[in-house]
């Protein structure tokens, strides 16, 4: 279902964490004329200044204020700090006040705000907005960002249907593609094709550096290194919180593919042509109907 | 050392297997001036006709008129049809002949060279040019493939120093940047740079594959996903070939990648939040000196 937001009708949005993902939010939210004001609340000075300069948000309050003004409240820090967040903003949630937020693990997420936000979970729609990448912080950020990226958002049984639908239009209304699936769902998902990734690629940075020789592969790295790699630049803060967010899928993606592996290091001792082969055909064919780009 | 070629100097060029890099060299050579004409030989007839088509060889001819009529013979078949191809060519070496190669392993290349060719080794310059990707095919060549690139050379001991230049002085007319390094050398850094990374890739498509809901996390792969994967479209034969081929220095590479993966399974396991950020820390600021692309 597409909503059609209407003109300010998210009135005054709080934005708590204006990196990447906050700052690009804020400008989208003024660029879809559907927001009154947008409230900035973070840690590092540098990110607000930057939000504040470009128009991402119009003032910059603490996350009490921001509870206590909002008619919506947009959680786009580490999912390590989203149960801190709940913390400080229970206590000054209004009845009226929706919460929702851009946290790369579902499971965590609404584990922390099940235990903080006891009945006003109700007013908590998760979502994970599929956008970002290797470049991090309020600079990096642009209105942009979520345009015909898809937006999963994981319902609670708490939640109405009317609130679920406004929180579905407002991630529309930044350009999103929204698909409702579950938190276990998501997770899982998610741990393979991009938690996975990552610690495979940060992995690979570390072994080639470690090794003797390290500086001297490192000069003659090619473009699919560097494509391999890309996602190993993203922010180690945010990786580390994905990681113990997540712990237990991504825990079971990664056996799984150390299983493969095993399995393919034993093809190459085995001097095995038709089983590398056999394994490489699959994996090309698979990827080859990917496409190239998004 | 750059050296400038003269128009036709090269003479009657063979190229050995007109996929992607050997179609692309032939199309660099004409546009470069520097050869009389281009001979090529092939197993694929949809190859060989398309690169007809496109100019990059004039006439199609088996390996052995290839090795009576050449100046220079370039073999860019997979690694493991080389020693084939040495043995059909030897009987037919001229003394005046210089033969060089495009493979993506070079101590087994050798190694084939060696046996093969006995004396007349010191006419085989090895060298490897880091161009290419995931497409594959003459359909995909193109005449500034090589271009800005770096192509290895990996003297032999038997090789002389005017053939040394005059194999040097071809590459770099089709645009590549020559740099001389030792075959083991060569082989423990594209083990890790390149080789590597493949296998990863490769393993990653696969774990998803063999997922049970492989079908519905592939719908949801991002850019980061598809970034990392790309290389996993390589074909499936020349990668087999390079496994076997460079397969003690991918094996060390791979050993050293999976003990790192495990301990970073130990970390995640652990919950050892300063671990992992530590080690993501350390990965993306080498990322980050990378830069994104060539």
Not at 101 to 123: H, M, N, P, R, Y
Not at 124 to 130: D, E, L, R
Not at 143 to 170: H, M, V, Y
Not at 208 to 231: M, P, Y
Request: aromatic share 4%; proline share 3%; charged share 20%.
């Amino acid at each position: 279902m597409t909503n059609i937001a209407a003109k300010n009708q998210y009135g005054t949005v709080a934005i708590v964490g204006v990196g990447l993902i906050g700052a690009s939010l804020g400008l989208a939210l003024k660029q879809a004329g559907i927001v009154q004001r947008v409230l900035g609340v973070g840690r590092s000075q540098a990110n607000l200044d930057q939000a504040l300069q470009m128009g991402a948000i119009d003032q910059v309050v603490d996350l009490i204020e921001a509870a206590k003004q909002s008619d919506v409240i947009v959680l786009c820090v580490p999912v390590a700090q989203m149960r801190a967040a709940f913390i400080t903003i229970e206590p000054y949630l209004e009845p009226k006040t929706m919460l929702t937020d851009a946290g790369s693990t579902k499971g965590d997420v609404i584990l922390a705000a099940k235990e903080v936000l006891g009945k006003k979970v109700c007013q908590f729609v998760p979502a994970h907005p599929i956008a970002g990448g290797a470049q991090h912080g309020a600079s990096a950020a642009r209105a942009d960002l979520f345009q015909g990226k898809q937006t999963i958002i994981c319902p609670l049984q708490e939640n109405s249907a009317q609130d679920i639908d406004l929180i579905e239009g407002f991630w529309q209304a930044v350009g999103a593609h929204v698909k409702k699936i579950s938190a276990v769902q998501h997770d899982a998902i998610y741990a393979a094709v991009s938690h996975l990734p990552h610690l495979l690629a940060y992995s690979l940075m570390v072994s080639v550096l470690n090794s003797e020789d390290g500086e001297q592969k490192l000069q003659h790295v090619g473009a699919g290194f560097k494509d391999f790699t890309r996602i190993a630049a993203s922010s180690p803060e945010m990786w580390r919180d994905i990681c113990l967010g997540n712990r237990t899928a991504i825990l079971q993606e990664l056996d799984q593919y150390m299983a493969i592996l095993g399995h393919l290091r034993q093809l190459i001792a085995d001097n095995n042509a038709s089983g590398l082969e056999k394994m490489f055909t699959k994996a090309s064919q698979a990827r080859n109907t990917l496409g190239s780009k998004e």
